[in-house]
């Protein structure tokens, strides 16, 4: 007989009592795919590693993307198909995926897919990955209630989501990924690998993203310094995004500090991502001055402004030393760095 309620209980509390309104509610925070993934990684112990080592294997901590008005979507604004793919892939996690749009036609058979696909994973003690507004985590589901259980990457408090608001968000995307089985991996390779897409990530515009409305890589930092200059921006969101690269710029500094050994040029691809995360941590003290940060205060705005124009120039000499550190492998990508 099919269970009708399966609840992942060595790893979360039990789903509260919520209403419908839950099924909608916005999390606090911003929680990233490699965070939500790390969570199962653990639960399955399928890693020992800490966090910054998963974001760095998988060359997501590397990605740098803000559209042209600074909002909070640019932290997730990439190609979620391909990169969170071939990011469990780098790690030796072999996964499976969809997406799409709600207003589309065929969504209800989407929909109904991928509640088979979850539930699935759930009965094998498996949480999935989903979009609700950010990436969460699907720790249980209750057939007779109809509801997934669903929790941020961060914390035990789990909210009810109905599975008829399944891909239902805030806006028409939905996706989802499970996590099937985890195979060993050559552990310096992937290290290496992930500092040749970092090129890849610094040099390469994502072609899911329209040019006229954002910019990535080393495009971004121009773009940012030029939606401070105007203006045009809401400050609470900016601080999200400046926040989120922050700790990304810190967990890239702590990841390359421990690969010394990978090339004789390591040595400054080190001090640079230090310097870079050093430069972020200060912009992040100048936004923690909310007074002056909210208000606009031109002195706080032009601080920020020359902060991230240094931040910009400091990432590119950690580029150009990732290059001079490995260009032979480089060099055999020829005009496809992204190639493995």
């Not at 993307?65 to 793919?85: G, L």
Request: charge should be negative; hydrophobic fraction near 45%; include cysteine.
């Amino acid at each position: 007989m099919m269970a009708t309620k399966v609840v992942l209980q060595d790893w979360i509390q039990s789903p509260q009592t919520m209403n419908s309104a839950d099924a909608n509610r916005s999390w606090s925070g911003v929680s990233a795919y490699t965070d939500a993934m790390y969570r199962i990684l653990l639960h399955k112990q399928w890693t020992n590693f800490p966090h910054y080592m998963i974001a760095g294997m998988t060359a997501s901590t590397f990605r740098l993307v803000v559209d042209r008005r600074m909002t909070a979507e640019s932290v997730s604004a990439y190609n979620w198909m391909a990169e969170n793919f071939v990011a469990a892939d780098f790690i030796g996690v072999t996964a499976s995926q969809a997406a799409g749009f709600s207003f589309e036609s065929t969504f209800p058979l989407y929909q109904k897919q991928a509640l088979l696909d979850i539930k699935a994973s759930i009965d094998r003690g498996v949480g999935a990955i989903l979009w609700h507004d950010q990436f969460v985590i699907v720790t249980g589901y209750d057939d007779v209630e109809r509801m997934l259980f669903i929790c941020e990457s961060k914390g035990n408090e789990v909210i009810r989501l109905p599975y008829d608001s399944f891909g239902r968000n805030s806006t028409p995307y939905w996706y989802y990924q499970v996590l099937e089985a985890c195979a060993p991996i050559d552990l310096w390779e992937v290290c290496k690998e992930s500092l040749i897409q970092a090129v890849y990530k610094w040099e390469t515009h994502d072609y899911m993203l329209p040019p006229q409305d954002y910019a990535c890589g080393a495009d971004a930092y121009a773009t940012i310094a030029a939606v401070l200059q105007s203006g045009t921006y809401d400050a609470e969101q900016a601080a999200i995004v400046f926040r989120y690269y922050a700790k990304s710029r810190l967990d890239i500094a702590t990841y390359v500090a421990g690969l010394k050994h990978l090339s004789i040029q390591m040595d400054q691809v080190i001090d640079e991502y230090e310097l870079l995360a050093n430069l972020y941590t200060t912009i992040v003290e100048v936004i923690d001055d909310s007074i002056s940060w909210d208000s606009r205060e031109p002195e706080s705005v032009q601080s920020v402004i020359e902060l991230i124009r240094k931040a910009g120039v400091t990432e590119q000499r950690a580029i150009d030393a990732i290059k001079r550190a490995f260009p032979e492998t480089l060099g055999n990508r020829f005009d496809d760095v992204g190639l493995r």
